[in-house]
């Protein structure tokens, strides 16, 4: 059973930093460029931030460059993103997603939230204001 589990949400105040994890298995990464994305409430889904499987490029929304990170360690499985200066206007659910495809490029993944599968639980960032 494929699965992608997202953790490291939580409560933090305005201007604080937060590690979010996700952990696949009965799935390989390697070959899979993987993305981050929120869904504020009320809102759409939108992309945070991709990044590809071959050369470790990334993508990035307008509104986060500079203060997330996206990484990935093949050897665990894993993607992280790091979040600093949050804002509460960050405040949403946040999922991670593979691509539907092997060496996605992340920009088109992240824009256009081209991901195999369906959604996880995603895990819940809250910021108050």
């Known amino acids: 059973q494929v699965q992608f589990v997202e953790s490291g949400g939580g409560l933090v105040q305005p201007g604080g930093s937060l590690r979010l994890s996700c952990a696949a298995s009965g799935f390989t990464l390697e070959h899979y460029a993987i993305g981050w994305f929120r869904q504020a409430p009320g809102k759409e889904r939108e992309g945070v931030s991709c990044?590809?499987?071959?050369?470790?490029?990334?993508y990035y929304a307008d509104s986060v460059k500079g203060r997330f990170t996206i990484s990935r360690d093949n050897a665990k499985n894993t993607v992280y993103l790091q979040m600093n200066s949050l804002k509460p206007e960050e405040t949403a659910v946040y999922y991670c997603?593979?691509?539907?495809?092997?060496?996605?490029?992340?920009?088109?993944?992240?824009?256009?939230?081209?991901?195999?599968?369906?959604w996880g639980q995603g895990t819940q960032v809250t910021v108050p204001s």
């Open positions: 990044i590809s499987s071959s050369d470790g490029s990334t």
């Open positions: 997603a593979p691509s539907p495809t092997y060496y996605a490029r992340p920009e088109p993944m992240c824009i256009n939230l081209w991901v195999r599968g369906s």
